[in-house]
Nanobody, 119 residues
Framework: QVQLEESGGGLVQAGGSLRLSCAAS????????VGWFRQSPGKEREFVAS????????SYADSVKGRFTVARDGASNSVYLQMNTLKVEDTAVYYC????????????WGQGTQVTVSS
């Protein structure tokens, strides 16, 4: 059973940066994609970014391209989401998720971490 735990959320002013981390435990994630999603009050959860466990393939939502970077954290069991030039509209609970490369849905989720961007 894959277990995921996010950390690194907090309060930051617009234009600032935050780095979220997703620590994974359990079986090897060598054949997994790791994704970041977010949900703000009154809105549906939306995709933010994803990468393969090896970090070679990445994907980003248009709203964060050029500002966010998703990558494996070296050889550790963590994936990070570096968020730069944050905007008020980036305020949300951010979730880390994982899916097997052969699965069509993200099956494993973390508990989420709050990111608040003030103006």
């Amino acid at each position: 059973q894959v277990q995921l735990e996010e950390s690194g959320g907090g309060l930051v002013q617009a234009g600032g940066s935050l780095r979220l981390s997703c620590a994974a435990s359990g079986p090897s994630l060598a054949n997994y994609f790791v994704g970041w999603f977010r949900q703000s009050p009154g809105k549906e959860r939306e995709f933010v970014a994803s990468c393969t466990w090896g970090g070679r393939l990445t994907s980003y939502a248009d709203s964060v391209k050029g500002r966010f970077t998703v990558a494996r954290d070296g050889a550790s069991n963590s994936v990070y989401l570096q968020m730069n030039t944050l905007k008020v509209e980036d305020t949300a609970v951010y979730y880390c998720a994982a899916r097997n490369r052969y699965s069509t849905s993200f099956d494993y989720w973390g508990q989420g971490t709050q990111v608040t961007v003030s103006s």
